[in-house]
């Protein structure tokens, strides 16, 4: 079976190629194409996907194209991660929208909506050529804004295309981890779409844990969103919001502390992923012989990125007092 992953050269490839490597599963994907318009990126990225699957035997085949008919082609599964304008497209979206003193964000509001006008078109003609070259291909959007994407994908492909998010189950598998509940063995309760949602159980072994949860201010007080919200308005909702409910339920809050912050997410993973690119392409990282780069270091590089993603909220804000929460830290532009 083969695997087209469109916007082949961006940070998530990896752990996609991490999943596949992990199936043992029959049938089983046999070949993966990456594709990109940046034939550079293409080059690195195959160079340390090839490395990670050093030690995996049976790993599938792998190919890169720039050409977007010769991934599509034969493709029995299309996973779609394009960002149409690059990362300063996203960071044009989030200054242009904080320099009128509303919202910039990728997904949520003046921001989200920029981008969603830029791909649109973008998105719709990727699945005409689906639909011409790989008609029986199932498509699972990651692109965002992903639902307002994969309504516009449907409108070509009809229910084969299936939008996805790993914030809702993210956000589950925290909460059984801080539980020390096996995490294969939970049933999450999420009520809502991707961004917009809110987590009302986390089922372990056919019991609710969640309530478990709310009670301990320790483990609430932990977890990122009891961090942005507060822990004693989380437990007068009864449920969990997704951390980016934050930008609705106090949008002054959050766009205040993103103008004073003077830097967006957007420029935030311009600079760390300039990091990597510039690894990848330095004369220490590529053979004297020629051919692809080694890009041990950039591999390096790209393993710390989890981590840095998770601390890249410096500024800490106080609201009002009010009955819900006393406090918040300001929440990150992504």
């Known amino acids: ?44 990225m195959a160079a340390l996907l090839t490395q990670l699957a050093a030690q995996t035997p049976g790993a599938p085949r792998l190919t890169t194209t720039t050409s977007l008919d010769e991934a599509i082609a034969g493709s029995d599964f299309v996973f779609s991660a394009i960002r149409v304008g690059g990362l300063e497209g996203r960071r044009c979206d989030e200054h242009v929208a904080l320099d009128l003193g509303v919202l910039g964000q990728e997904t949520t509001g003046p921001g989200g909506i920029a981008y969603a006008l830029r791909t649109v078109p973008v998105m719709v003609g990727v699945a005409e050529t689906i639909a011409r070259l790989a008609p029986n291909a199932f498509v699972m959007n990651f692109t965002n804004p992903a639902g307002i994407i994969t309504e516009a994908m449907q409108g070509v492909l009809g229910d084969r295309v299936v939008g996805i998010c790993d914030t809702p189950s993210g956000l589950g598998r925290r909460v059984a981890a801080a539980l020390g509940v096996d995490q294969s063995r939970i049933h999450m309760d999420y009520v809502g779409l991707n961004h917009l949602g809110w987590m009302r159980g986390v089922y ?36 969990i919001p997704n951390e980016y409910l ?14 004073e912050a003077g830097t967006t997410r957007g420029d935030f993973l311009a ?51 009010t009955r819900r929460t006393r406090a918040t830290r300001a929440w990150r532009s992504a």
């Not at 969640?210 to 320790?218: K, N, T």
């Not at 989380?234 to 449920?239: A, C, F, S």
């Not at 012989?289 to 601390?311: F, L, Q, V």
Request: hydrophobic residues 35%; positive net charge; glycine residues 8%.
């Open 246 to 259: 934050y930008y609705y339920y106090f949008n002054r809050d959050a766009v205040r502390a993103m103008i």
């Open 1 to 44: 079976m083969k695997l087209s992953i469109l916007g082949g050269g961006g940070f998530r490839t990896p752990y996609v190629w991490q999943a596949i490597l992990r199936d043992t599963g029959s049938p089983r994907v046999d070949e993966v194409c990456l594709y990109d318009v940046d034939a550079e990126k293409l080059t690195t």
């Open 204 to 239: 372990h072994d056919g019991r609710n844990v969640l309530p478990e949860f709310l009670a301990d201010d320790r483990l609430l007080g932990e977890l990122e969103e009891g961090q942005v919200f507060g822990t004693e308005w989380i437990r007068e909702l009864g449920v």
């Open 271 to 321: 600079r760390t992923q300039s990091e990597f690119w510039a690894l990848s392409s330095t004369p220490a990282t590529r053979p004297t012989s020629g051919g692809a780069p080694s890009t041990a270091a950039a591999r390096r590089t790209w393993r710390r990125r989890p981590a840095a993603r998770r601390t890249s909220r410096p500024i800490t804000t106080r609201r009002p007092s």
